[in-house]
Nanobody
Framework: QVQLVESGGGSVQAGTSLKLSCAAS???FAWTARGWFRQAPGEER?????????????YYADSVKGRFTISRDNAKNTVYLQMSSLKPEDTAVYYC????????????????WGQGTQVTVSS
C-alpha cells in the first residue's frame, strides 16, 4: 500500500512563492510517476504538473508553465512543487498523486492520492 502526505500549503500574498512537498511511504518505487493536481471550490480537479520516475521529465499545465516547478528526490521518495509568482486564481486544494508507467495529466489514471493541502493566495 502507498501513502502520500502533502505539506507546505498556506495563505500567502499574490506574487510570492510557496513550496509543496509530497512524501511517499509504503511500496513506492523510484520509477513511479508523480503528479500534482488542484481543485478549487465548485470546480473539478485539474492537472498542474507531473514528473516521470526515471528520466525526471516534467510536464505542466499551461496555466502554471514558467511559474511552477516540479521536482523529485528519489532517495527520499518525495516530490516537490515550487510555486512562484502566485496569483489568486492559484487558490485551491493541492493534491499529489502517484501511478505506475508514464506521467499523465488525467487524474483517473493515478492510483494513489494524498489528502490534499490548502493553498490560498490573496490579492
Amino acid at each position: 500500500q502507498v501513502q502520500l502526505v502533502e505539506s507546505g500549503g498556506g495563505s500567502v500574498q499574490a506574487g510570492t512563492s510557496l513550496k509543496l512537498s509530497c512524501a511517499a511511504s509504503g511500496s513506492v518505487f523510484a520509477w513511479t510517476a508523480r503528479g500534482w493536481f488542484r481543485q478549487a471550490p465548485g470546480e473539478e480537479r485539474k492537472f498542474v504538473a507531473a514528473i516521470s520516475g526515471g528520466s525526471g521529465t516534467t510536464y505542466y499545465a499551461d496555466s502554471v508553465k514558467g511559474r511552477f516547478t516540479i521536482s523529485r528526490d528519489n532517495a527520499k521518495n518525495t516530490v516537490y512543487l515550487q510555486m512562484s509568482s502566485l496569483k489568486p486564481e492559484d487558490t485551491a486544494v493541492y493534491y499529489c498523486a502517484a501511478k505506475a508507467g508514464p506521467p499523465s495529466s488525467d487524474a483517473k489514471e493515478y492510483s494513489y492520492w494524498g489528502q490534499g493541502t490548502q493553498v490560498t493566495v490573496s490579492s
